[in-house]
Nanobody, 115 residues
Framework: QVQLVESGGGLVEAGGSLNLSCAASGSISRFNRMGWYRQAPGKQRELVATISSGGFTNYADSVKGRFTISRDNAKNTVFLQMNSLKPEDTAVYYC?????????WGQGTQVTVSS
């Protein structure tokens, strides 16, 4: 059983910063990919950023240069540093862990950016 617990969401003004974290527990292979997705009201869930256990990263074009994903393999924790936030970044952010092609999701954390 894999569990993902997110923290760090909240309300911030445009131009501000937030840092999300997600701790994974349970039976987790050391070869995995962790990441963040988001879903805004009325829209489909979309990829924000991912990072492999080897440190390879991938970002959505909309967040490149503003968001940074990182991880602590020893603690099975992934972080998302979000800078220069925009109102269009408002969404529920979901932590994601992929192990042997199986997707696991956190419960989501709300990020609201006011203009």
């Amino acid at each position: 059983q894999v569990q993902l617990v997110e923290s760090g969401g909240g309300l911030v003004e445009a131009g501000g910063s937030l840092n999300l974290s997600c701790a994974a527990s349970g039976s987790i292979s050391r070869f995995n990919r962790m990441g963040w997705y988001r879903q805004a009201p009325g829209k489909q869930r979309e990829l924000v950023a991912t990072i492999s256990s080897g440190g390879f990263t991938n970002y959505a074009d909309s967040v490149k240069g503003r968001f940074t994903i990182s991880r602590d393999n020893a603690k099975n924790t992934v972080f998302l540093q979000m800078n220069s936030l925009k109102p269009e970044d408002t969404a529920v952010y979901y932590c994601n862990l992929v192990v042997t092609a199986v997707y696991h999701w956190g419960q989501g954390t709300q990020v609201t950016v006011s203009s």
